[in-house]
Structures are given as structure tokens and as C-alpha cells.
């Protein structure tokens, strides 16, 4: 698998529902982000999580993180029409400064 | 809030012209990216310039690609001799900091289409 994949790749819940989004990955990482793109736009920074975090919480949004496993994952609560976009994890290798994408995982909320 | 601002926001070129890209980084910030995203995949690095040198760049950042920082402000790519396959997102990021202590902002991007 390649560095930052998400699961799954789309995701269709109805509004109202909770989201959840994982990010595998395969190096040792100084930290994890989620970022948020909405069709052809350009990418909104969510949430960055270090590595020596385990759990971290901003508004809505929840994001773990498994060291040991090389996971992470991102909870949307309550989701929103709006919160309809491409979720992509993005990982910092330690030791490097770019930060590697994943594909992204698909979010439709349905009516 | 600063923002990372980059013009234009679409650019139409014929294959095997210039292009340049231009972004305006957070303007105190000292690391500047470029990212592109080829539609319907993933944000791929490009380059990492600091100290008005390159960092690192990635294989996809051949001799047809540049960067520049011309005038304090502006941070800008070029593309000497577009390709069909040079179509894509390009976004242009910047941070305070090392990718592993600071955030990096993203600018909007530019959707370049070579035709």
C-alpha cells in the first residue's frame, strides 16, 4: 500500500450521521494531517495530529492516531450537507520537510 | 487571517509554450511549496524552496521546472515547454517552520490546462 491511503474511498451517509474516515500509512511519521477539498477547489487544512498525540478534537471533527498500527482516523459527528467534499490524510516522514498525500476518501451526505 | 493568495486562478496555454504560476506566501513565513494535483488523483510535491534556494524537490520536478522568489513577496513557477500532462491543480503552500513543527497553508491554486 502507499503512504497515506484512506478507507474508504467514498463514503455516502445521511445528514445527521456520524463519518468516519481512515489513513494508513508505512513510515515512521512526525505528524498527520487531514485536510478537506470541495470539488476543484483548493484544499482547507482540518486538523494536524502529532506523533506523540494520540487524540485530538476540534469542533466536530475527532482524529486518532495509532503509532503502533500506522493508522489514523478522522470522526466527523453530526455531518452536515456542507461537510460534502474529499477528505485527504497527509503524512510528514520524519526527517523530510513535503508532506505526502493520500487519494482521499469521497464524503457525500445525503439529505 | 492571512492567506496564501495565487493568480491566476485557471490558465489555458498551447502545448510547448511558458508558463508561470504565481503565488503570494503568509508574509512572514520563510518555507514555500509547490503541490499538484492531476485531476481525479492525489496532491502529489512538486519542490520545497528555502533561503532562496531549493530544499527538495521530486522526481516530477524535471529541467522543465523553476522557482523563483524574485522580489521578497511573490514565489512563482515556471514551466519552460508545457506538456499535455502538465495539466493539473497547482497549489502553492507556505509555513513559519519545517513541515514538522509548523502548518503548512495552502493557497487556493491555479488550474493550469495545456491544450
Known amino acids: 500500500s502507499q503512504q497515506g491511503e484512506e478507507d474508504p474511498q467514498a463514503l455516502s451517509i445521511q445528514e445527521g450521521e456520524n463519518a468516519t474516515m481512515n489513513c494508513s500509512y508505512k513510515t515512521s511519521i512526525n505528524n498527520l494531517q487531514w485536510y478537506r477539498q470541495n470539488s476543484g477547489r483548493g484544499l482547507v487544512h482540518l486538523i494536524l495530529i502529532r506523533s506523540n498525540e494520540r487524540e485530538k478534537h476540534s469542533g466536530r471533527l475527532r482524529v486518532t492516531l495509532d503509532t503502533s498500527k500506522k493508522s489514523s482516523s478522522l470522526l466527523i459527528t453530526a455531518s452536515r450537507a456542507a461537510d460534502t467534499a474529499s477528505y485527504f490524510c497527509?503524512?510528514?516522514?520524519?526527517?523530510?520537510?513535503?508532506?505526502?498525500f493520500g487519494k482521499g476518501t469521497r464524503l457525500h451526505i445525503l439529505p | 487571517e492571512p492567506e496564501v493568495t495565487q493568480t491566476p486562478s485557471h490558465q489555458v496555454t498551447q502545448m510547448g509554450q511558458e508558463v508561470i504560476l504565481r503565488c503570494v506566501p503568509i508574509?512572514?513565513?520563510?518555507?514555500f511549496y509547490w503541490y499538484r494535483q492531476i485531476l481525479g488523483q492525489k496532491v502529489e510535491f512538486l519542490v520545497s524552496f528555502y533561503n532562496n534556494e531549493i530544499s527538495e524537490k521530486s522526481e516530477i520536478f524535471d529541467d522543465q521546472f523553476s522557482v523563483e522568489r524574485p522580489d521578497g513577496s511573490n514565489f512563482t513557477l515556471k514551466i519552460r515547454s508545457t506538456k499535455l500532462e502538465d495539466s493539473a491543480m497547482y497549489f502553492c503552500a507556505s509555513s513559519q517552520g519545517l513541515a514538522g513543527v509548523y502548518e503548512q497553508y495552502f493557497g487556493p491554486g491555479t488550474r493550469l490546462t495545456v491544450t
Open positions: 497527509a503524512t510528514l516522514t520524519r526527517g523530510d520537510d513535503k508532506i505526502i
Open positions: 508574509s512572514n513565513h520563510l518555507y
